[in-house]
């Protein structure tokens, strides 16, 4: 008899091991928990994954899932698949570029802000000076385009223009009416401008190194006969002697005392030990009138004092040419009609040994210019045997000056033999104090101009007017002064950034400089037989001229750097004159127009 049908049988007969039956069911529960579990899985995947379809929308992808096996949809963002990891990186990427444009207009912001915050004047001070910048890089850029038309060859100059200097033509301004010495002084004109390029003697050579140099120079740079030598008359032109290739300076003399015992002799009639001790009594630069070959200002320089020489103009025997061919500061300059180049108030001391200056004509005017180019405090030191004159007539000449010194306000402290020592007042009240007429007045705001340019001699007392009127023994000593701070800076109307700006420049330039300049030099410069090879080479440079000098910088850098050289600091006349400034650091300068 068959067995009655199960409900919900298939029909199928069922036979065999109920473990069968066992099995299949429990494979048929694991599946489905498996298809729950991806389920829930792809929905959370789905609910992170919606928010960056909205804002990164993949055109790409397709709107609808594709059926896959088992009947699910298959999701394009599985993590499993490589272009699934594609996609995700490049989301990432783009989070990763919102992120930065969001710092970066946040930091934009807070900039904003901060500069907000300066001082008007500081933001206003950095657009002047770069608005200077642009209009000096714009005129070297036309200057620069103009260059080639303005090109020419040049001529060389006959040999009779080996002692050319322009605006000093002794002939021309006599021909021109010029007389009563001024026929001596600078005149410029369109005459006196030449084309051609000036040559060197026909038998120049390269001067010995410093300080050699300083005592011996050679006979065929320079144009002097042995006449002029034993002729001169000068306390420092006599201290020499001539060979056939080379002239030789000396210390001393059996003629005089010698320049050692001269500068020690000033030294005690200021009051002090010596000469080394100038530099602590306020002293660092000197103008030597009429210095002869410059002995005075080369004994002095290894005191740390700086003597700039002034002569006049000489066609042979030139005091400026020998004197800078020993490399020492030096520049044609008279006291005749016009004044000195040279900042009122611009030098500590003055000195004249027999210098041929006639201190008593003009009723005084030429003390009046010397009197202008003293600091208050500064020393004028006259050597001249017209101080201890027998004749009346030279009596009377002396004293004029004596008479005329006191009504300066200049103390005498001391007279020795021919040397007479005075002290410029350091106090304004001394001018007023004075009795009425009794010498020349100050001179008024319009005619106190701080540094004249060979404009001609006045009558009146300067510098009584300048803000820089601080005597030299208030002031920091050498080599301190060089570094001017803030209320000193603001005397010249200049700010402490663009001067600390400057020092740093040249400090940073001037390695650079040597490193070229030092193998050229140390390979073309000569030695004395039986010398060593010279130390560094910075001994082989001496004479330096900075054609556009500014606050002074590349002076003081050299200086810092430890390099034996003296700087004449050119401030052009058409630019900003820090002239001033750069007189008042201890260096030496001069306004020229180029």
């Known amino acids: 008899m068959s067995r009655p ?40 995947y789905l609910a992170l994954k919606f928010p960056f379809r909205v804002l990164f929308p993949d055109n790409n992808s397709p709107s609808k899932y594709v059926n896959g096996e088992r009947g699910f949809a298959s999701d394009p963002f599985s993590v499993g698949s490589p272009r699934s990891r594609q996609k995700l990186t490049l989301l990432l990427l783009k989070l990763s570029l919102a992120v930065i444009v969001v710092l970066a207009l946040t930091g934009s912001f807070w900039w904003t802000i901060s500069i907000s915050t300066l001082s008007r004047g500081q933001i206003l001070h950095t657009y002047r000076r770069l608005q200077e910048q642009l209009v000096s890089d714009m005129w070297d850029i036309g200057e620069l385009s103009l260059g080639s038309s303005r090109l020419q060859e040049l001529e060389f100059c006959s040999q009779e223009s080996e002692i050319y200097v322009p605006c000093f033509n002794v002939s021309e301004n006599l021909a021109l009416g010029y007389s009563d010495g001024s026929e001596n002084d600078r005149h410029c004109g369109q005459s006196s401008r030449q084309s051609c390029m000036v040559l060197p003697p026909v038998n120049y050579r390269i001067p010995l190194h410093w300080p050699t140099g300083r005592d011996i120079i050679w006979v065929a740079n320079v144009k002097l006969t042995a006449q002029e030598v034993l002729s001169s008359g000068s306390l420092t032109k006599r201290m020499m002697m001539l060979d056939e290739e080379q002239i030789s300076f000396r210390s001393a003399s059996p003629m005089f005392d010698g320049v050692e015992d001269y500068s020690h002799q000033i030294a005690e009639m200021i009051g002090l030990r010596n000469e080394s001790n100038f530099v602590q009594a306020g002293v660092r630069t000197i103008l030597d009138i009429g210095c002869g070959y410059g002995s005075f200002g080369a004994h002095l320089f290894s005191k740390q004092l700086l003597t700039m020489c002034i002569a006049n103009y000489e066609p042979s025997g030139s005091q400026v040419q020998l004197t800078l061919e020993r490399g020492l500061p030096a520049m044609i300059g008279s006291f005749t009609s016009n004044q000195l180049p040279y900042p009122s108030l611009s030098f500590d001391m003055l000195h004249c040994a027999r210098c041929g200056v006639d201190w008593d004509h003009k009723d005084g005017i030429f003390l009046i210019e010397a009197d202008r180019v003293l600091k208050p405090g500064g020393y004028f030191v006259w050597t001249s045997p017209l101080t201890n004159a027998r004749n009346k007539e030279n009596q009377k000449r002396w004293n004029f000056v004596r008479d005329f010194a006191e009504n300066l306000c200049w103390e005498m402290l001391s007279q020795q033999d021919e040397t007479v020592l005075w002290k410029k007042t350091s106090k304004k009240s001394c001018y007023s104090s004075r009795k009425p007429g009794a010498g020349p007045s100050t001179c008024s705001k319009a005619h106190d101009v701080e540094s004249p340019y060979y404009r001609p001699l006045q009558g009146c007392i300067a510098g009584t007017q300048s803000r820089r009127w601080i005597p030299i023994q208030e002031k920091t000593t050498w080599p301190s002064r060089s570094h001017l701070n803030k209320s000193e800076l603001a005397a010249y109307g200049l700010h402490p950034a663009d001067f600390r700006e400057d020092a740093e420049n040249w400090k940073t330039t001037l390695p650079n400089y040597w490193s070229v300049l030092s193998p050229i030099i140390f390979s073309d410069h000569p030695k004395r037989p039986g010398e060593e090879d010279p130390s560094p080479p910075y001994n082989m440079v001496r004479n330096v001229l900075d054609m556009n000098a500014h606050f002074g910088g590349f002076n003081s850098a050299l200086l810092e750097a430890g390099k034996s050289v003296w700087v004449m600091n050119v401030v052009p006349t058409g630019g900003p004159n820090y002239l001033p400034l750069i007189v008042d650091r201890g260096l030496v300068g001069v306004l020229h127009d180029w």
Do not use: F, P, V
Request: glycine content about 8%; cysteine-free; proline content about 0%.
């Open 5 to 44: 049908l199960h409900r919900g049988a298939t029909g199928i007969r069922i036979s065999g091991n109920s473990n069968d039956l066992w099995d299949s069911q429990m494979k048929d529960k694991t599946e489905k928990e498996d298809m729950d579990r991806n389920r829930s899985s792809d929905q959370s």
